[in-house]
């Protein structure tokens, strides 16, 4: 018998979803109406899907102002990093000298 009411109750709950889903729906079939692609951007996307030879992604290739200031920067920090790990690295050299003689 508790069987039978966990179906019923899962019914239940999926002819819920279902009629949760298709009042969705139809709110969105009337809220949202269908905009006609330019003719420009079809006939892009059908030489794009037809011509096997057509690459899927394209790169530019400029750098923009903002890419060549990030390396910079980074390049910048990379140099003083480096020359900070090298003066305490030295330093730490010295002074463990200094305090073990041998």
């Known amino acids: 018998m508790a069987k039978n009411s966990g179906r019923d109750?899962?019914?239940?709950?999926?002819?819920?979803?279902?009629?949760d889903l298709q009042a969705i729906e139809q709110i969105m079939v009337s809220s949202l109406q269908p905009v006609n692609p330019r003719p420009e951007f079809v006939e892009g996307l059908h030489q794009r899907l037809?011509?096997?030879?057509?690459?899927?992604v394209?790169?530019?290739?400029?750098?923009?102002?903002?890419?060549?200031?990030?390396i910079l920067a980074t390049l910048l920090s990379g140099v003083i990093f480096?020359?900070?790990a090298s003066r305490v690295i030295i330093s730490l050299i010295r002074e463990f000298k200094l305090t073990n003689p041998l």
């Open 82 to 84: 480096f020359i900070t």
């Open 50 to 56: 037809i011509d096997p030879m057509s690459p899927t």
């Open 58 to 70: 394209r790169f530019t290739r400029r750098y923009s102002s903002q890419f060549i200031l990030l």
């Open 9 to 19: 109750e899962n019914k239940k709950m999926e002819n819920t979803q279902v009629s």
